[in-house]
């Protein structure tokens, strides 16, 4: 990988395909990513994170390769999923051919404990304003944090702060996967 003026870039030597991976921290709990790839043998990715939550669109190749991801009715691109998983060893089988193509966000345990002193209360009791929420966490339009809101906890931002028992913004617990 090489250093690019915002994050690392490597591409893929000829021998194993043809594609890219790029990747940029954004602060020090959160990481956007991209990549694009076609081997020309099979391959196995082997991973360390640490504890994660991750929002994912790609291929149905890339879903296919995580492991324990539900794959039912997947499209051939733009799939999206969240999923959270805790830290540890992870391994992946990327076939030949395949097309792995995906575009992520992933954030860490840090990022939602740092989103909690900067929002102490403010989100769940409707102080503060759904925009600059969505600013905070890397939306640039209000209307794209809303709609992954809706498909994350099946309403909008107004609605969960009116709903009874859910005054505070919960803490980020790495738990499994979870289709959107």
Not at 71 to 92: D, H, K, P, Y
Not at 101 to 125: A, H, M, N, Q, W
């Amino acid at each position: 990988m090489e250093s690019v003026r915002c994050g690392l870039y490597a591409t893929l030597p000829k021998s194993l395909g043809e594609g890219f991976l790029w990747t940029a921290a954004l602060g020090e709990e959160c990481l956007v990513s991209m990549h694009l790839i076609r081997l020309k043998k099979p391959l196995i990715l082997e991973e360390r994170p640490t504890d994660f939550f991750c929002v994912f669109s790609g291929s149905s190749a890339t879903l296919r390769s995580l492991p324990n991801a539900h794959t039912e009715a997947t499209a051939e691109r733009e799939n999206v999923l969240s999923f959270s998983q805790t830290g540890g060893t992870t391994r992946c089988l990327m076939r030949a051919g395949d097309l792995y193509e995906s575009t992520s966000i992933t954030y860490t345990p840090g990022f939602f404990e740092s989103l909690r002193k900067r929002f102490p209360d403010d989100f769940g009791s409707g102080e503060t304003d759904v925009a600059r929420v969505a600013r905070a966490v890397g939306y640039a339009r209000t209307s794209a944090f809303d709609e992954a809101f809706r498909r994350t906890f099946g309403c909008s931002p107004t609605q969960w702060r009116r709903r009874p028992g859910r005054s505070q913004i919960e803490p980020f617990r790495p738990a499994g996967r979870a289709a959107f």
